[in-house]
């Protein structure tokens, strides 16, 4: 007698990774009478951050776009250079349009119920999932869970950093950007043994989201990211400003081993299953890509993919010597980038950072850069052992 399930499907938390699955399962006609449910710890009705991305197709969630550059700068003290993009655009889209957009979605699909709740516990059972919550205990044929990952530090194996940030919205009292030009990294800053630059989001010739963005171990304290936000705004000429909002995050960016699955009925979302990429922390359309990739196995057989993200191994090995290198030389950083935009264009290196490029590609890109500090890197990996600062 085949087991019976309150739910098909079970989602455990309601954010990003959560939302897009849910979205593209009530976009699929062959999951129609699959009973979905949303357990989220809080409704979705604040612009709680921005999601910026570079694409070349078309997406599901144009319509709710809040701007997009044509052109993309990168500055180092090397190498100044605003590139026209040919293919891509680089969009941005905020939290409370994405959560509406989706929301609407949602109600529109009955077979989709949403419950504001915390996932305690999620269970394996020899043919489904038992989730022990603060709304009660429900049963489902598959789990997805993208709930923080949980893990045991291994800092003698793997790599530990964090892209933080605090960013501005500001409104400036003269014109000063250009809101055809994302400025994607300005690295002529002071870097302080680590990788730090300005990173601006004009939307208009006095409104922008201005972020200071490092990539280390340790945050700062707020005041230090706020000094070189004045700072950047006053080298541009701008004195008399409004702060209009502000963003303050914190992305881990490690080669530690998150699973995708645990065991037959669970599916690790987000970043449990490692989908903020780990040298960049870039997340929102690696989160869609995997939503899609699940929705399309579980239409055309009922069940997960067997490979649960497809992600290529040569790709994670070149994230690993990128974390290897800005937590043993953070200021090695800004000298890589420099080379990587002097000697590719913004095409290639959005399609080798979508991990999308051909072996010939990659060898391309891999040329473009010194090899010394990738090279003692990889010495580093084959004896299993993170690399380390050496003060001189």
């Not at 630059?197 to 004009?202: E, G, I, K, T």
């Not at 891999?366 to 690399?387: D, E, K, M, Q, Y």
């Amino acid at each position: 007698m085949a087991a019976t399930f309150e739910y098909d499907y079970l989602i455990a938390g309601g954010g990003a990774a959560g939302l897009s699955l849910a979205y593209y399962i009530s976009q699929e006609p062959r999951l129609a009478d699959k009973r979905v449910l949303v357990i989220e710890p809080e409704a979705k009705n604040q612009n709680d951050r921005t999601w910026s991305f570079w694409t070349d197709a078309p997406t599901p969630f144009d319509s709710i776009v809040a701007h997009e550059w044509e052109q993309l700068a990168f500055r180092s003290p090397q190498f100044e250079q605003v590139f026209k993009l040919a293919r891509h655009r680089y969009k941005m889209i905020r939290g409370l349009d994405f959560y509406n957009f989706v929301g609407q979605a949602l109600t529109a699909a009955p077979q989709i119920v949403r419950v504001q709740g915390t996932v305690e516990t999620l269970e394996n059972t020899s043919t489904g999932i038992v989730a022990q919550t603060s709304a009660g205990t429900f049963t489902a044929r598959y789990a997805f869970d993208s709930r923080p990952p949980h893990f045991q530090k291994r800092p003698d194996k793997y790599r530990y950093l964090l892209q933080h940030f605090v960013g501005w919205e500001v409104e400036a009292a003269q014109d000063v950007f250009n809101p055809k030009t994302v400025e994607f990294m300005d690295f002529r800053g002071e870097q302080q043994h680590e990788a730090r630059f300005m990173y601006v989001l004009p939307f208009s010739k006095r409104r922008a989201l201005v972020e200071y963005t490092l990539f280390s171990a340790e945050v700062l304290p707020k005041a230090e990211y706020e000094k070189a936000m004045r700072d950047y705004l006053r080298e541009l000429g701008v004195t008399d400003f409004r702060i209009e909002a502000e963003e303050v995050g914190a992305i881990p960016m490690t080669d530690h081993p998150l699973p995708t699955t645990v065991g037959r009925h669970i599916v690790n979302l987000g970043t449990r299953a490692g989908r903020a990429k780990p040298s960049t922390g870039y997340a929102f359309k690696r989160i869609h890509a995997h939503s899609a990739h699940l929705v399309r196995a579980l239409a055309a057989t009922g069940q997960p993919p067997a490979d649960p993200t497809g992600d290529q191994w040569q790709f994670s090995f070149f994230d690993t010597l990128l974390l290897d290198i800005m937590q043993r030389q953070g200021e090695q950083t800004r000298h890589i980038f420099t080379e990587l935009f002097t000697y590719n264009t913004p095409e290639r290196l959005f399609d080798f950072l979508d991990e999308r490029t051909s072996n010939w590609e990659n060898l391309q890109v891999l040329n473009s850069v010194t090899p010394g500090p990738f090279l003692r890197s990889i010495a580093h990996v084959l004896r299993g052992r993170p690399g380390r600062r050496v003060e001189k």
